[in-house]
């Protein structure tokens, strides 16, 4: 089959759409795979429609099948896509959740009252001196904090992309956790602080570089900012952190008393 009979078989838009460049260092599959994630970010492709097989994509672009099929097994593995037998490679709707606020829980319990797995990638892990969080802490200047920068998962899905700093004064054992499972729940059992309350923020942002590159943006994106101080039961902040979630997945729910 020659290359101009597949793509006159194919949407033109979508071909048109899909460009690979030989000029840059990054996969091809993954610029195809950050491509159609975009179209179906802003909705191009919706729910239900049927993508091109692997072949013909491959083909139409001058790309191999097995960067094709790398490209939709990605998307298979967050939930983009799926393979529907003789309908073919079919675009899934985007997870979207929808949690209650009101109640002082980290991501691993919110996860789970969504019916969701949590898990955590993280980024960065280090230990730091910094003057404007010291003050931020009420700590002297020069006061340690341990940085986390982490992405979270929902369904394995990219969720938000959060950078959190903890007052090691406060808990100096925090230096040593493993980042896996919950903060919250290691800061009170093995740190002996008792959570108290939260002060939340939330506005709206268009996403970063890094939170692009996370999400899979081609260009950025409307996301949440959520920035949150948790106090113990003594008042002392334990906690300070930004988090960006995805707008296209996320719609928090209030509860409002008359």
């Not at 089959?1 to 460049?21: G, Y």
């Not at 899934?92 to 606020?101: E, I």
């Not at 003057?131 to 986390?148: C, D, K, N």
């Amino acid at each position: 089959m020659t290359e101009n009979r597949v793509a006159q078989e194919l949407p033109t838009t979508l071909i048109e759409q899909l460009k690979v460049s030989h000029a840059t260092s990054e996969p091809y599959y993954l610029q195809l795979k950050r491509q159609l994630e975009s179209l179906i970010r802003e909705g191009q492709l919706t729910a239900g429609d049927t993508l091109p097989s692997e072949r013909a994509l491959a083909e139409a672009l001058q790309l191999s099948r097995k960067t094709v099929k790398r490209c939709y097994d990605e998307l298979r593995g967050t939930q983009q896509l799926s393979s529907q037998g003789r309908s073919g490679t079919v675009v899934l709707a985007p997870p979207r959740v929808s949690p209650q606020m009101g109640r002082l829980k980290g991501f691993t319990e919110e996860m789970r009252e969504l019916g969701m797995a949590a898990s955590t990638r993280v980024v960065e892990h280090d230990v730091v001196r910094d003057r404007t969080l010291a003050s931020i802490f009420h700590r002297p200047s020069t006061a340690t904090f341990l940085r986390l920068v982490r992405v979270r998962l929902g369904d394995n899905v990219p969720m938000s992309r959060e950078v959190a700093w903890y007052d090691l004064t406060a808990a100096p054992a925090f230096e040593y956790w493993d980042t896996g499972g919950s903060a919250y729940a290691f800061l009170q059992e093995k740190c002996d602080i008792k959570l108290g309350h939260a002060e939340q923020s939330i506005e709206a942002v268009m996403s970063s570089n890094a939170e692009s590159h996370v999400f899979g943006f081609i260009v950025p994106g409307p996301c949440l900012l959520i920035k949150r101080r948790t106090y113990s039961i003594t008042d002392q902040l334990v906690e300070y952190v930004e988090g960006t979630f995805r707008g296209d997945a996320y719609a928090y729910r209030v509860k409002l008393q008359s």
